[in-house]
C-alpha cells in the first residue's frame, strides 16, 4: 500500500488507466460493432487522456515534478495528443514542460513528432527568458529522431530570442541549423528575417545588409523571398542611425525595383522621414502621393504629416510646413499631436519667425497641451535670438512658476548665452554666479564654455583661465570648443605662450598631445616659403560674371519662385492640395532645387575632440585664429594642406575664408570660394548669405544684393537680425534709403526687435547723406526702445552733431546776409 502525496498521485493515474482498459483490452469488437460504438469509445478515449493530462499537470506543478512520474511512468500510455495537451497547458512553467518533454523521450514505446517538438519550441520562445542551450538541445534531439525542422519552425525559435534581447544566441541558432542539421534546402529563405532583425539591432549592419542582398540576388525572379516588413523597416532604421546613406538608397531602391515590395506604413514613413531629412524631398513627397493613391491602409496618417513638416522645416521651408499644418488640421482627418506642435515650434523660432512660434505655443495651450523643456528652450532661444529680452525673461517666469515646467542646464545656458548677446553682460555673469552656488545641476561644462567665450571677447582672458580651472574642479571636461575661444584670445593678444599654462588646467588624456603634436605638425608645414606676393593663393577660381555665380537668372519654362500656383492644385477635395501641389511640382521639374538654404547654422567645431572629425575641427580652430589676425595667406595655406590630404571642410569653413576675401577686398576670388563651396558643401546656410550681402554692399552692387535677398526668401530662406543690419547697411549707402526704411519695417513686423547695430547704421547713412531729420527719428526711436547705445553709436552722434551745427550755421550765414547787406 502507497502512503503520502506520491502515491496518491500514482492510485490516480492508474484509476485513469483503469477508466481506459474496457475499451482497449476487455473487450473484442467486430468492424460493424467497431463502427456502432466508434464515437463512445473516441468520446471515451478524449476523457481518459483529459483524465491523464490533468493527473499529469497535477503531478508536474507539485515539489519535485517530474520525479513524481519517475517510479510508476511505464504504466503510463503516451500518446501524441497526451503529450501535446500537456505542453499546452498554460499552469505548467515551460521548464517543467522540458522535464516532461525529455522524461517522454525516453519511454521505449513513445517518439515525439514534429507538432510535439514544435509545441515545445513555443513553451520556451513564448517564456519570458527562453534559454539558447535548451533549444541547441532540442534541435539536437530532432536530429536525432530524424524529424525535419520546418522554416516556420524556426523562424519561431529566431523570432523568440529576438523579442526577448538574445540576438546572439538568434544568430548561434541560426549557425548551429546551418552547419550541423542534415540538410536546410528545405527551410524558406523567409526564416532570415529575424537574423536581419537580431544583426541590425546588434549594430552589425554590415552582415545584415549582405543576407539582405543575398536573398534578393536570386536568380529565379518566381522564388525571390524578400524579408518581411519588419525586418525592412529595421534595416533601413538601422541605416538611418549610421547616417549610412548610399546604402540606405541601395536598399530603398531595390526594394522598389521588386515586384513583392513589402514596405507597410511604417516603411514608407521611415522612408519618407529620411529622405526627405538627407534632402532628397522629391522623393519623399512622391512616396507621400502613391500613398495617398493606396489608399486604405496606406493612407498618411499623422506620423507621415509629422515628418513632412519636419523635413520641410528641417530644409528651410517653414512657410510651407506652416501650410501643411493648416491642411493637416482642416481636411486630413487627423489632430496635431505634442510632437507636431514641438517641430513647428522649432521651425519657426530658429528661422526668426518667433511671432508665428508663439501663435502657435499658445494654440498647443488652448488644446491642452502641456508645453515640454523643449518647447519653452526653443521659444527662449528664438526671442533672445530675435532681441526680445523682456518677453523672454516673462517668458521664463511662466515656465517656472505658473506651467511648473523644469528649467534644464539648457534653460540656463540659453539665458545667459542670450543675455550677453543683448548687452546684459553684468546681468548673464550675475546668473551664472548665482547658479554655480546652487551646483552642477544647474551648470555643466556648456554654461562654463559660453562664459568663458564671452569673457574672451571683452579681453578679460585672466578671468577666463580661472573660469577653466574651477571647470576643471567641478569634473566638467574642457572641450575644444572651450580651448579654442582661449587660445583665438591668446592671439589676438599676441600671448602664445600662454598655451602652455592653458594645457596645465586640461586633464583630458587625449585632447593635449594631440593639440601639441597638431600644433607642432602645423607650424612645420607653415614654414615653407610661401611663393605668392599677394596675400592670398590662388586655390580658388576668379570670377568676373557675379550674377552668373549666384544664379539670379530666371527659366522662363521653370517655376522658381516658391509661390502658391492654384492651377496646380487639380483635386479640390483632396484632403492635402498644398501637399498634392508640391508633389506635381518635382514630378514636373525634378530639377528644382531644395537644397540650396540649410536653416542649421555652420559651427566652427563639429563634435568634442571625437577622432573621426578632429582634424577639420583643429584646421577651423586654427584658421579662426590666422583669420582673426588677418592672416589670410596662412589661412589658404592650411586649407590647402589639409584638403590635399583628403579632409573634407564643413560649411564654417568656407563661410570664414570668403568673409576674410570680402574684408580685404577680394571680392572676385571670393565669389570663386562661394562656386567652389557650391560644388562640395550643400546646402549654404544664413552665415554664407550674409558675407554674400556683405560684400556686395561693399562693392556697391546694391541691385544684386536685392537679388540675392529675392533669391535667398524664394529658396525658403529667412532674414536674422545680421542679415538685416547687412541689407540696411548696403542700400542705405546706395542711397536706396525708401528700400532700407522698408526692410527696417519688415524687420520689425517679422517679430525682431532692432538692435544697437542696427539703429547705429540707420544713423550713421541718413547722417551722412544729410538726411538729418531722419537720423535724429531714429536716433529717439533707439533711446524709446529702450536700447542702450555703444561707443559706435557716441562717434556717429558725434559725426550727427557736427552736421547738425553745419546745417544751424548755414542757416544763420543765410538769415544774416540780408541784414548785414548795405544795399
Not at 30 to 36: G, I
Request: charged share 25%; net charge neutral.
Amino acid at each position: 500500500m502507497r502512503h503520502g502525496p506520491r502515491g496518491r498521485r500514482m492510485a490516480m493515474l492508474h484509476r485513469s488507466i483503469h477508466l481506459l482498459q474496457p475499451f482497449c483490452s476487455r473487450f473484442r469488437f467486430t468492424e460493424a460493432e467497431k463502427a456502432a460504438n466508434g464515437a463512445k469509445a473516441g468520446a471515451a478515449t478524449e476523457l481518459g487522456n483529459l483524465l491523464i493530462v490533468a493527473s499529469i499537470a497535477k503531478a508536474l506543478s507539485k515539489p519535485g515534478g517530474i520525479y513524481s512520474l519517475e517510479k510508476d511512468g511505464d504504466s503510463i500510455p503516451l500518446s501524441e495528443d497526451v503529450v501535446l495537451q500537456v505542453l499546452r497547458r498554460g499552469s505548467i512553467d515551460a521548464a517543467k514542460k522540458l522535464d516532461f518533454f525529455r522524461w517522454c523521450s525516453f519511454r521505449p514505446n513513445y517518439k515525439h513528432s514534429a507538432g510535439t517538438y514544435t509545441q515545445m519550441f513555443k513553451a520556451i520562445c513564448f517564456s519570458s527568458h527562453p534559454h539558447q542551450n535548451d533549444i541547441l538541445e532540442l534541435v539536437a534531439s530532432m536530429k536525432r529522431d530524424g524529424v525535419v525542422l520546418d522554416s516556420s519552425t524556426l523562424k519561431l525559435i529566431l523570432d523568440g530570442f529576438i523579442r526577448s534581447g538574445k540576438f546572439d544566441s538568434a544568430l548561434e541558432v541560426l549557425d548551429y541549423v546551418e552547419r550541423d542539421m542534415i540538410s536546410t534546402s528545405s527551410l524558406s529563405l523567409d526564416v532570415y528575417s529575424p537574423v536581419v532583425v537580431a544583426l541590425v539591432r546588434k549594430n552589425q549592419i554590415s552582415i545584415a545588409l549582405s543576407i539582405f542582398f543575398k536573398l534578393l540576388d536570386s536568380p529565379n525572379e518566381n522564388s525571390l523571398v524578400i524579408p518581411d516588413a519588419i525586418a525592412c523597416n529595421e534595416l533601413l532604421v538601422g541605416l538611418k542611425k549610421a547616417v549610412m546613406k548610399d546604402e540606405f538608397k541601395q536598399v530603398f531602391n531595390k526594394l522598389r525595383e521588386t515586384k513583392l515590395y513589402p514596405l507597410d506604413i511604417w516603411g514608407y514613413n521611415i522612408c519618407i522621414h529620411t529622405l526627405g531629412c538627407w534632402g532628397d524631398l522629391s522623393t519623399a513627397l512622391s512616396l507621400f502621393k502613391e500613398m495617398k493613391e493606396k489608399n486604405g491602409s496606406f493612407s498618411p496618417d499623422l506620423c507621415t504629416y509629422n515628418s513632412l513638416i519636419h523635413v520641410l522645416c528641417l530644409l528651410g521651408k517653414v512657410k510651407d510646413a506652416l501650410i501643411v499644418w493648416e491642411e493637416l488640421k482642416g481636411s486630413s482627418g487627423h489632430e496635431p499631436d505634442a510632437f507636431t506642435y514641438r517641430i513647428l515650434i522649432q521651425g519657426c523660432a530658429k528661422s526668426y519667425r518667433i511671432n508665428d512660434a508663439m501663435k502657435i505655443f499658445s494654440e498647443m495651450q488652448y488644446n491642452g497641451i502641456r508645453g515640454e523643456t523643449v518647447v519653452y528652450n526653443s521659444l527662449l532661444d528664438g526671442l533672445m535670438k530675435s532681441r526680445k529680452l523682456m518677453e523672454a525673461c516673462d517668458l521664463f517666469e511662466k515656465m517656472v512658476d505658473d506651467d511648473g515646467v523644469r528649467a534644464s542646464c539648457w534653460t540656463y545656458n540659453i539665458l545667459i548665452d542670450g543675455l550677453y548677446k543683448n548687452g546684459r553682460e553684468e546681468a548673464a555673469y550675475t546668473m551664472f554666479s548665482d547658479l554655480k552656488r546652487k551646483g552642477n545641476n544647474f551648470v555643466d561644462g556648456v554654461t562654463y564654455s559660453i562664459v568663458i567665450l564671452h569673457l574672451c571677447r571683452e579681453n578679460k582672458v585672466e578671468e577666463a583661465l580661472k573660469l577653466v580651472e574651477e571647470m576643471e574642479a567641478r569634473g566638467f571636461m574642457v572641450d575644444l570648443v572651450t580651448v579654442t575661444s582661449l587660445v583665438i584670445a591668446f592671439y589676438r593678444r599676441g600671448q602664445w605662450d600662454w598655451t602652455d599654462r592653458l594645457m596645465k588646467h586640461i586633464r583630458d588624456g587625449n585632447l593635449v598631445p594631440s593639440l601639441l603634436k597638431w600644433r607642432s605638425a602645423m607650424e612645420g608645414s607653415m614654414r615653407s616659403p610661401q611663393s605668392k606676393k599677394r596675400d592670398f593663393t590662388r586655390m580658388f577660381p576668379s570670377v568676373s560674371d557675379v550674377s552668373e555665380i549666384l544664379n539670379l537668372s530666371k527659366s522662363s519654362d521653370t517655376k522658381t519662385d516658391g509661390a502658391i500656383h492654384v492651377e496646380d492644385v487639380t483635386d479640390e477635395w483632396s484632403s492635402s492640395p498644398y501637399m498634392d501641389m508640391l508633389a506635381n511640382q518635382f514630378t514636373h521639374n525634378s530639377q528644382h532645387s531644395w537644397k540650396s538654404f540649410s536653416l542649421s547654422k555652420g559651427v566652427r567645431v563639429m563634435s568634442k575632440g571625437d577622432d573621426s572629425s578632429f582634424d577639420i575641427d583643429m584646421m577651423n580652430t586654427y584658421l579662426s585664429i590666422f583669420l582673426a589676425k588677418g592672416k589670410l595667406s596662412l589661412a589658404c595655406k592650411l586649407f590647402e594642406i589639409f584638403t590635399n590630404m583628403g579632409i573634407d571642410p564643413v560649411s564654417y569653413t568656407y563661410n570664414s575664408i570668403m568673409s576674410s576675401f570680402v574684408k580685404k577686398g577680394y571680392f572676385k576670388e571670393a565669389w570663386g570660394v562661394l562656386q567652389t563651396m557650391g560644388e562640395t558643401v550643400n546646402p549654404a546656410d544664413i552665415a554664407t548669405y550674409n558675407v554674400i550681402i556683405q560684400g556686395l554692399g561693399k562693392m556697391g552692387r546694391a541691385d544684386l544684393a536685392d537679388a540675392v535677398l529675392d533669391k535667398l526668401m524664394k529658396e525658403g530662406g529667412f532674414l536674422d537680425i545680421v542679415m538685416y543690419n547687412t541689407l540696411i547697411n548696403a542700400l542705405g549707402k546706395a542711397g536706396r534709403f525708401d528700400e532700407a526704411n522698408k526692410l527696417f519695417q519688415q524687420m520689425k513686423m517679422s517679430g525682431i526687435n532692432p538692435d544697437v547695430v542696427t539703429y547705429n547704421t540707420l544713423i550713421e547713412v541718413h547722417s551722412k547723406a544729410g538726411r538729418l531729420k531722419d537720423a535724429y527719428k531714429f536716433l529717439k526711436m533707439m533711446l524709446d526702445a529702450g536700447c542702450v547705445p555703444n561707443h559706435v553709436t557716441d562717434t556717429t552722434l558725434d559725426f550727427l552733431e557736427k552736421e547738425i551745427e553745419k546745417v544751424r550755421y548755414k542757416k544763420a550765414s543765410i538769415i544774416r546776409s540780408p541784414i548785414d547787406n548795405p544795399s
